[in-house]
């Protein structure tokens, strides 16, 4: 399903899901110091989705940039949630696999005290 058709029409799958899931991520890899696409008014959002949607690889359409706390591999799924093609988005079981190898050795590191 087009993200131009989600927001467009307000039609959703589990497809469009898992390209929020990527926003949703990059909001927490960004410390939500930033808003997604807080660069472009309401009606640039949605032409910016419309160009994603039409064109088969997305070419004219901008999509959010890597935040410095991101690891490459994260990015790089969270372009996979963004294809414009949804059925090359990974399912959410594709995901929770991924992140869960992905942080198999992760060790929380204690929050500085302000």
């Known amino acids: ?20 899931f990527a926003v ?11 808003q997604p696409y807080s660069e472009l008014d309401d009606s640039q959002v949605i032409a910016n989705c419309q160009r994603y949607g039409d064109d088969a690889c997305g070419v004219g359409a901008q999509l959010l940039c890597r935040p410095d706390a991101c ?18 988005r990974p399912t959410f079981y594709q995901l ?6 992905a942080n198999l050795h992760y060790q929380p590191v204690a929050p500085e005290r302000i």
């Open 71 to 88: 690891p490459l591999n994260i990015y790089d799924l969270m372009l996979q949630c963004w294809s414009a093609d949804s059925s090359q």
């Open 1 to 20: 399903m087009r993200r131009s058709r989600c927001v467009l029409q307000g039609k959703f799958s589990t497809k469009t899901d898992a390209w929020s």
């Open 96 to 101: 929770h696999t991924f992140l869960r190898h």
């Open 24 to 34: 949703t991520l990059w909001e927490i890899l960004t410390l939500c110091r930033w």
